[in-house]
């Protein structure tokens, strides 16, 4: 008998303990789980059972910083608005004659009102999207434009982001710079300004490519 009290104790003490147990681990994790960080360089989309909380018609969007959620049913989507750069790829223009552009792009997710939101659910891999649509208007500037133009940065990253900015908005992006590495023609020389010669792996940015005289190319 005062063996079975005993037993009796024991296991009633042990479920108390884990039952404490259970619910402190259970209180920790909420409480966990009911903030979020949003790192520097980052917006934070506020989320709702799986969709963006919209406040007026409009997505709630948040700074740097630590911020409430409730746990389970609510969260932050993270998104990166700082500065990417794509790859250098290699262009080959059809003129009168064929060209070989080496260049790569500046951009990145517009910070400004809803664009966090837009660069999240609106395109589908946005980091893919934003290189094909500044290529392909580089692609365009490149055929429209004289001989001496082509190693104009500035003339041709102006083009560029006119021929784009419309499509880069609706995504909630924006095309930051060009860097114009070389234009060459396919058999022949490289098209350069005198005096700057572009060094390998390193892009010729908008201003310095537009230091020195041009060359009369057509002459060459």
Not at 41 to 49: L, Y
Request: with cysteine; hydrophobic share 40%; glycine share 12%.
């Amino acid at each position: 008998m005062i063996a079975q009290e005993i037993i009796s104790g024991a296991s009633g003490v042990s479920g108390e303990a884990i039952t404490a147990a259970g619910t402190g681990i259970l209180a920790v994790t909420t409480a966990f789980k009911s903030i979020k960080r949003v790192s520097p360089g980052e917006k934070g989309i506020r989320m709702r059972f799986g969709r963006a909380k919209m406040r007026d018609g409009k997505p709630v969007i948040v700074g740097s910083g630590m911020h409430g959620i409730i746990p389970f049913t609510h969260g932050i989507e993270n998104m990166d608005i700082r500065d990417q750069s794509t790859e250098v790829a290699e262009l080959f223009i059809d003129r009168s004659e064929q060209y070989r552009v080496l260049a790569s792009f500046v951009w990145r997710v517009s910070p400004e009102g809803d664009n966090p939101y837009k660069a999240r659910f609106l395109v589908e891999g946005v980091e893919n999207v934003v290189p094909h649509i500044c290529f392909g208007a580089l692609r365009t500037v490149m055929t429209t434009i004289n001989e001496k133009q082509m190693i104009d940065a500035i003339a041709v990253g102006d083009g560029v982001r006119q021929l784009c900015e419309q499509d880069l908005e609706a995504y909630g992006t924006e095309m930051r710079r060009l860097n114009l590495h070389s234009v060459a023609r396919s058999v022949g020389s490289m098209l350069r300004p005198a005096g700057i010669t572009p060094e390998p792996g390193n892009g010729v940015g908008p201003l310095a490519i537009a230091s020195g005289a041009i060359p009369d190319l057509a002459a060459s």
